[in-house]
């Protein structure tokens, strides 16, 4: 005697993935240009031109956008970035905000 199964199909998978943040770096009167362009290519892995255009940006708006991230990577960025500034005596501040 054949039995009989059952299948339960689904017809919407939703898929929830985790928000984005935007992490940036503040401007400061006492970091030096070179350190932030510096921290940009080191932390942020930017080529040389897209950290000069980043530092620029702080430099003249008051903050520049470093990149997008994941809520844990951009955490780990901002910590990052102020270890760094510590380590070198700069008050440099990065900040992470809900994309």
């Known amino acids: 005697m054949p039995t009989h199964t059952e299948h339960e199909t ?5 898929v929830k993935y ?13 970091s030096s240009m070179d350190f932030v362009v510096d921290v940009l290519m080191s932390v942020f892995h930017k080529s040389y031109e897209e950290a000069e255009a980043i530092m620029l940006e702080v430099h003249h708006k008051e903050r520049g956008i470093c990149g997008v991230y994941t809520h844990e ?3 780990t960025k901002v910590m990052e970035v ?3 500034a510590r380590e070198n005596g700069f008050p440099l501040k990065a900040i992470m905000e809900e994309e």
């Open 10 to 14: 689904v017809d919407e998978v939703k």
């Open 18 to 30: 985790p928000k984005n943040y935007k992490v940036f770096i503040l401007n400061d009167d006492y």
């Open 73 to 75: 990577i951009a955490e």
């Open 82 to 84: 102020h270890k760094r």
